[in-house]
């Protein structure tokens, strides 16, 4: 049974940091492509950052851009996001994703949730 667990959400001021962690189990981690999402209230999920298949490169959504950082740990099945700078419109639900294939801007693209995790960021 996969599961994926996310954890590091919080409250925070506008510019200030936080480090989620996403802890696999049930899959080949490294064999799998890893990104994050996020939802705010009232909106759709909305893509923040993944990796590419041959994990080479990685996308992230301009609104986040310089600000967030994604990596990963395959020796201990565990993805990261390193949020910096935080904005009162970061606020949502962050989501850990995972595909076998590829994760593009499309949730439909993800195989694999988390429960997801808060983050709450105050001005």
């Known amino acids: 049974q996969v599961q994926l667990v996310e954890s590091g959400g919080g409250l925070v001021q506008a510019g200030g940091s936080l480090r989620l962690s996403c802890a696999a189990s049930g899959l080949t981690f490294s064999r799998y492509v890893m990104g994050w999402f996020r939802q705010a209230p009232g909106k759709e999920r909305e893509f923040v950052a993944a990796f590419s298949r041959s994990g080479s490169s990685i996308q992230y959504s301009d609104s986040v851009k310089g600000r967030f950082t994604i990596s990963r740990d395959n020796a201990k099945n565990t993805q990261y996001l390193q949020l910096n700078g935080l904005k009162p419109e970061d606020t949502a639900v962050y989501y850990c994703?995972?595909?076998?294939?590829?994760?593009?801007?499309?949730?439909?693209?993800?195989?694999?949730w988390g429960q997801g995790t808060q983050v709450t960021v105050s001005s």
């Open positions: 994703a995972a595909s076998a294939l590829v994760i593009t801007s499309r949730p439909d693209s993800v195989l694999y």
